[in-house]
């Protein structure tokens, strides 16, 4: 969802509904704001995080990667204090 769609959206609209323009301009002004706060607050309560780990667990390929060879031998070594 790109933000020159919309844009183009929202004057594609306010074309066709050539007398109330200011309505659609004023609704998709009201859309941003309440799906930028809900985003907002989506992760600020921590549900975005709780969401990504669950599916992280939950992802074959995810599985795969954790149990490769390849991942395996790329965890970094720790080094002998002498």
Do not use: D, T
């Not at 859309?31 to 992760?43: D, E, M, P, V």
């Not at 795969?64 to 204090?81: D, G, T, Y």
């Amino acid at each position: 969802m790109s933000l020159p769609k919309w844009i183009a959206a929202v004057f594609g609209i306010g074309e066709v509904v050539n007398k109330n323009y200011l309505v659609v301009l004023g609704g998709s002004i009201l859309f941003f704001i309440l799906c930028f706060f809900a985003g907002w607050a989506y992760i600020k309560s921590g549900f975005l995080e709780a969401m990504l780990e669950v599916n992280n667990k939950h992802n074959l390929l995810a599985k795969q990667l954790r149990n490769s060879k390849l991942f395996k031998e790329a965890k970094p070594k720790k080094n002998k204090v002498e």
